[in-house]
């Protein structure tokens, strides 16, 4: 039986260091408790400890009857601070049980680049309803973001941007930020701009305060600033905010007038997502999440297991023109699939270094020839020393010393292509525009796979038959 709400502890001290930032069972047993008693009050109160971000976690959670019965009782204090953080893949379940009164409160607070992004996902008639939620002019903010290519830097930017004349000191900046009706929630910079709004430097919040207030702000503006054209890729600008250590950006428009700006958090959401997408499209089963329902995931995954039965049948090729062989010499069946794992595994590990580094831009046309002699050598040297294990396990397992040649070379073989295969696939898919975390591995386990049952089989027939 589930414990009293009153009895548990929402974060109690103490907890081990691993269960740190994350739901603790005994916090989400004490909500659903409050919610199955129908308790609204008890519920506000087990919540209030919760920031956003844990409260989406807990949304996610749990299954769907007991989501929407959290909802119906606790919709009153759900902000859009918690919208934003929910998984897309929620985002409309969630909106759809709030009233409109409840929605226009939980946006009507959130900086534009927020709502843009509460908002692109949605259907028509969603995005309406929170449109009308919002003042006029944070409207045509969004509704002006929305304008822009999907994943560009004019999506991801604010609206919200404290910015100061060249001719500014200290003192009028501090004068004209104490005067702002509204300042934006989070910000880093001042971003100094001419008379045509063109953007020239920022002045940090940190120089601005501790200097007097008759220091003209150019003398305070940080040697590195870049801006963002509103139509450039969300990747590029998240790549160099961590290449170059930026905090916030300018956007400008394509006069280079200033727009908006961008800050770290923004960038480095893009980033994480970025990383996200290449592991998962590395291991085949495309974007996605835990709240996904069956078919959208079966649809997503049953392709690239289609493309592995594909490679499966052409390895299952290779083996079948070995079929006498085979049958003369059954040591050959329990061995051939120890050197094609061998030059698979080998092979992923190569890819994995090779995608990562092209993501990262590590691995450019001055490297990759030295990067590829690397993985060509790293595979040669694992080959030959797996080579001599497996040479040794041919001989005294088997009791024969052939047996033990043959697949010792044929794990050099195929552990040398590994390498190669697992360097050279993904750097050629990239210059053809193909991306290399989604087409990559089936190309390379093929690779291996062929080469390994072919090495392997083929010397067999050429020493033992």
């Known amino acids: 039986m589930t414990e009293p709400a009153d009895q548990i502890d929402v974060a109690p001290e103490g907890a081990e260091e691993d269960e740190d930032y ?82 226009a409160d939980a946006v009507r607070d959130l900086d534009t680049d927020d709502v843009v992004d509460l908002v692109e996902d949605l259907d028509e008639d969603r995005q309406e309803e929170i449109l009308d939620a919002l003042d ?25 941007v404290v910015m100061a004349p060249e001719h500014w000191t ?42 007097r207030r008759e220091t003209p702000l150019v003398e305070l503006t940080e040697e590195m600033f870049r801006t963002f054209p509103v139509t450039q890729y969300e990747g590029d600008v998240a790549y160099a905010f961590n290449q170059y250590h930026l905090i916030s950006a300018p956007v400008v428009d394509e006069e280079g007038r200033l727009v908006g700006q961008i800050t770290i958090d923004d960038a480095m959401a893009v980033l994480d997502e970025e990383h996200e997408e290449d592991i998962l499209r590395l291991a085949g ?70 995608v990562r580094a092209i993501a990262t831009r590590d691995l450019t046309g001055a490297n990759v020839w030295r990067v590829i002699r690397r993985e060509v050598l790293v595979g040669l040297v694992n080959g030959v020393v797996f080579a001599v294990v497996m040479g040794i396990v041919g001989l005294f397992w088997f009791g024969s010393p052939a047996l033990g040649y043959v697949i010792a070379v044929a794990m050099v073989i195929n552990l040398v292509v590994a390498g190669l295969a697992g360097t050279v696939i993904p750097v050629a898919l990239e210059k053809l525009g193909v991306d290399p975390a989604l087409a990559s591995g089936a190309f390379v386990t093929t690779v291996t796979d062929v080469v390994g049952f072919f090495a392997f089989l083929g010397l067999a027939v050429v020493v033992l038959l």
């Open 136 to 160: 006029d002019s944070d409207r045509i903010a969004v509704e002006q973001a929305l304008s822009y290519p999907e994943f560009s830097a004019g999506r991801l930017m604010q609206r919200e």
């Open 285 to 354: 089963v495309g974007e996605g999440s835990l709240s996904d329902k069956v078919f959208d995931t079966v649809k997503r995954r049953f392709p690239w297991l289609a493309v592995n039965l594909v490679t499966a049948v052409l390895a299952s090729l290779v083996i079948a023109q070995f079929e006498a062989a085979i049958t003369q010499i059954v040591a050959l069946a329990v061995l051939m699939p120890i050197v094609a794992s061998m030059g698979g595994n080998a092979g992923t590990q190569s890819l994995t270094v090779a």
């Open 170 to 211: 200290v003192g009028d900046a501090i004068d004209h930020m104490r005067s702002a009706e509204e300042l934006p929630k989070q910000f880093y910079h001042i971003v100094v701009v001419d008379p045509r709004l063109h953007p020239i430097a920022n002045v940090t919040l940190g120089r601005l305060m501790a200097a």
């Open 22 to 103: 994350a739901l603790r069972p005994k916090a989400v047993a004490a909500i659903l408790f409050a919610v199955d008693a129908g308790d609204a009050a008890k519920l506000a109160t087990l919540m209030a400890p919760l920031h956003a971000a844990d409260i989406a976690d807990l949304l996610e959670q749990i299954n769907t009857y007991d989501r929407r019965r959290l909802l119906e009782l606790y919709h009153p204090e759900i902000d859009g601070e918690i919208l934003s953080e929910l998984d897309e893949t929620l985002r409309e379940e969630v909106i759809a049980i709030l009233s409109p009164e409840n929605l």
